[in-house]
């Protein structure tokens, strides 16, 4: 760690405030869970749309579903999954993957290399790849080997705020508000070597500000770090998601991504600007090379949705999404309407109207997930709901009248 740099005071002091939040939020998920809404389990004859409570046979359509394009039940892609098990006759290898991989995995980065147009690094989820890829953007290890000043965006998703105080062992670590470039510019006009870490789709709606950053990483060589995983799939003539599609790939721009969300499947992935920064990663990131990484039919199910997204499916799946998210801003406004993706939040202020409305909710056959903080701001309660491509118009109409049945008056 440069010994220019001050030692940083943010990291651990919000770590233990992010405690203090959630026990302050403990009255709201303790009305949640005496509403029935949370740990509902359930078996799912239709998927996405018809689950069902065994002991009790209730059923609902489920309206925070992250499978935006429906991939998470095609028939192609549990085809692959099975067919990978049977081919590799086994789960996984069970061994960190710097050492040995499976050349099923080998061919799904490959393939995935190469429908996205980067070096494709996987992981058992994106929580594993931030833990093992930010501490080496904070400490240099990805660039010059000099420390990078560690700026998150506020909003950025819990993931990969929860890496600050690890960040903060090799570098100065701050946070700047939410798309609030002209102080990100001011930071990067004091520090020599910055990055940037954010969400390119935010989990609770709205984007990163692209444009703004290309050029402050043009004209400061800013890093960025972006969790797309919000919009892969769902964006880009191959389902490059909302960043990759915008952005070209470089060896100042790591994106992270689910694949448990539109792509369908399971795990995460890290597109990369250079095969060198994947051999440096792949040996020393953590837990990305750790004994658990994808399940080979996870992986087997990633090469079934990779071939849907060459082929001209894809852009039927992503045009049903756009109708139904255009269909829904039409018959229920929103902050987030028009703006090209899926998540949709009605606020209503007061977390226990939150929690009534989506109990209310789902008693009439709709689960829709009540936000309030730390989630989101203080006296920004409300409902989260994922469109998809798989929801017909009639259920977005009735959805939508049930919603404006319950809204408080």
Known sequence: MSQSLPPDITGPHRHRNNASMVRTADPAWHAAAKAGLIGVRVDTPDANNR?????????????????????????????????????????????????????????????????????ILPGASCTALTAGILPLVASGHLTDGQPRVMVFDRFCHF???????????????????????????????????VAYVADGAYSM???????????????????????????????????????????????????????????????????????AMF??????????????????????ASLASAAIHRSPELGELQRRLAENVAHFDRVLPTPFADNGLPVRRITVGDADDAVRMSGELFQRGYYSSAVFFPIVRRGEAGLRIMLRADLTGEQIDAFADTVRDVLPS
């Open 51 to 119: 689950l069902v409570v065994r002991e009790t046979g209730h059923e609902f359509v489920n309206m925070c579903s992250c499978g935006y394009l429906g991939l998470n039940h095609h028939p192609q892609v549990l085809q692959g999954a099975i067919d990978a098990l049977e081919e590799a006759q086994a789960t996984s290898l069970v061994l960190s993957t710097t050492r040995i991989r499976h050349n099923l995995l080998v061919r799904m980065e490959e393939e995935l290399s190469e429908l996205f147009g980067a070096h």
């Open 279 to 300: 051999e440096f990663l792949h040996r020393h990131a953590g837990p990305v090379g750790w004994s658990q990484n994808m399940s080979l039919p996870m992986v087997g």
């Open 205 to 275: 709606g709205g984007t990163a500000a692209l444009d703004g950053l290309r050029r402050l990483q043009e004209r400061y060589g800013l890093f960025l770090y972006i969790d797309d995983s919000h919009s892969l799939s769902l964006l880009g003539d191959r389902g490059e998601g909302f960043v990759r599609s915008r952005l070209p790939m470089n060896e100042l721009t790591v994106i992270v991504a689910s694949l448990g969300k539109g792509f369908g499947t399971g795990g995460g992935i890290a597109m990369l600007g250079s095969r």
């Open 159 to 193: 993931c990969m705020s929860y890496v600050k105080p690890v960040c903060a062992e090799e570098s100065l670590v701050l946070t700047c508000d939410h798309n609030d470039l002209d102080h990100l510019e001011e930071i990067c006009r004091t520090y020599p070597r």
